[in-house]
């Protein structure tokens, strides 16, 4: 996949999803804790039941981890869990509260279809939509469900945001006409590379590659880039204009046949060659969709950010929260 992709979007959703996942932490509290026996936490010998009735809520204070002749309960990661997480979460909580109320008293809801077309914007640098949540998965801990719901109340407060901004047709038809490049279709490669420390090590690489020598195994065991190489060297979907990688790879990569390898290309890590994997065209938005699109994206340039409507809503519901 696209390592630039997977930067860009942790930047951008970063804080949001380490609220999520303290939320995903505390639902799935103790995923070892069943028939696991029980221990004394203070001495680490073993104790006839390790249950006890608990303040807070717990009617059980279950050991849910061992370390050594220590024991971990229930009631110390509630404890740790609140004091990082709580105030966080119970916001988030309450913003979807305020969200939903807002969203049932103005009749606004999201469709499936808005839903779909959102996530597979987000997904559009990755190389499938399933990459996509994998990698949310791996590297943010949101399961599909997080991202879907994380989808859909952003969406929610982008509806509410910009219920009141009225942009007109004849600003959206401009805006289109004076951006024309930014809506065409986007040609896409598809590329693999090995990055080596200097020409030499590069030439070497080629004639072994030559000599037939499997472009996925060699980058496992000669390129330095650490991203890439144990994936084979899988740069995933980039643009052709793309402005973040090197215009030497890009105009390299646009000489070349599927399948066909170029280098030694000389980039700011040291050397690179590379190896075309396919050609990608991304259709953009047509018609009545691409209006619906721009206009959209003018309203939200007019409108408060979405952190204001989000507090915004907290004061016109009343929130309010107890020590």
């Given at each position: 996949m696209n390592k630039i992709g997977v930067v860009r979007t942790i930047v951008v959703i970063q804080a949001l999803c380490m609220?999520?996942?303290?939320?995903?932490?505390?639902?799935?509290?103790?995923?070892?804790?069943?028939?696991?026996?029980?221990?004394d936490s203070d001495s680490g010998t073993?104790?006839?039941?390790?249950?006890?009735?608990?303040p807070?809520?717990?009617?059980?204070?279950?050991?849910?981890?061992?370390?050594?002749?220590?024991?971990?309960?229930?009631?110390?990661?509630?404890?740790?869990?609140?004091?990082?997480y709580g105030q966080a979460t119970l916001k988030l909580m309450m913003i979807h509260s305020a969200i939903d109320q807002e969203a049932a008293s103005q009749q606004l809801e999201v469709t499936a279809a808005e839903q779909q077309r959102a996530v597979e914007e987000q997904a559009a640098g990755y190389d499938s939509e399933e990459d996509f949540y994998r990698i949310m998965d791996q590297q943010l801990g949101m399961s599909k469900e997080d991202v879907?719901?994380?989808?859909?109340?952003?969406?929610?407060?982008?509806?509410?945001?910009?219920?009141k901004v009225d942009v007109p047709d004849a600003e959206v038809e401009r805006y289109i006409a004076d951006h024309e490049e930014q809506y065409g279709?986007?040609?896409?490669?598809?590329?693999?590379?090995?990055?080596?420390?200097?020409?030499?090590?590069?030439?070497?690489?080629l004639d072994r590659l030559s000599e037939g020598a499997d472009f996925a195994q060699a980058a496992a065991k000669y390129s330095i880039d650490a991203f890439t190489a144990d994936a084979g060297g899988d740069l995933g979907l980039i643009d052709a204009d793309d402005p973040f990688h090197e215009q030497a790879i890009l105009s390299a990569?646009?000489?070349?046949?599927?399948?066909?390898?170029?280098?030694p290309i000389a980039i700011a890590e040291g050397y690179a060659i590379i190896r075309l994997m396919e050609r990608h065209t991304t259709d953009k938005p047509q018609g009545q969709q691409l209006y619906e699109l721009v206009r959209k994206e003018l309203a939200l340039s007019q409108a408060p950010s979405l952190s204001q409507i989000e507090q915004q809503l907290l004061e016109k519901y009343d929130a309010v929260t107890f020590p």
């Amino acid at each position: 996949m696209n390592k630039i992709g997977v930067v860009r979007t942790i930047v951008v959703i970063q804080a949001l999803c380490m609220i999520v996942l303290s939320v995903v932490v505390v639902v799935r509290l103790s995923p070892f804790s069943e028939g696991m026996p029980d221990h004394d936490s203070d001495s680490g010998t073993r104790a006839e039941t390790g249950n006890e009735v608990v303040p807070g809520g717990l009617d059980h204070d279950k050991i849910v981890a061992i370390i050594g002749d220590r024991s971990i309960r229930e009631s110390e990661l509630m404890n740790v869990l609140s004091e990082q997480y709580g105030q966080a979460t119970l916001k988030l909580m309450m913003i979807h509260s305020a969200i939903d109320q807002e969203a049932a008293s103005q009749q606004l809801e999201v469709t499936a279809a808005e839903q779909q077309r959102a996530v597979e914007e987000q997904a559009a640098g990755y190389d499938s939509e399933e990459d996509f949540y994998r990698i949310m998965d791996q590297q943010l801990g949101m399961s599909k469900e997080d991202v879907l719901k994380d989808t859909k109340y952003r969406l929610l407060t982008e509806k509410i945001a910009i219920q009141k901004v009225d942009v007109p047709d004849a600003e959206v038809e401009r805006y289109i006409a004076d951006h024309e490049e930014q809506y065409g279709d986007r040609l896409q490669y598809r590329l693999s590379w090995i990055v080596t420390a200097n020409v030499e090590e590069a030439n070497r690489v080629l004639d072994r590659l030559s000599e037939g020598a499997d472009f996925a195994q060699a980058a496992a065991k000669y390129s330095i880039d650490a991203f890439t190489a144990d994936a084979g060297g899988d740069l995933g979907l980039i643009d052709a204009d793309d402005p973040f990688h090197e215009q030497a790879i890009l105009s390299a990569a646009s000489k070349l046949g599927t399948g066909e390898i170029a280098g030694p290309i000389a980039i700011a890590e040291g050397y690179a060659i590379i190896r075309l994997m396919e050609r990608h065209t991304t259709d953009k938005p047509q018609g009545q969709q691409l209006y619906e699109l721009v206009r959209k994206e003018l309203a939200l340039s007019q409108a408060p950010s979405l952190s204001q409507i989000e507090q915004q809503l907290l004061e016109k519901y009343d929130a309010v929260t107890f020590p």
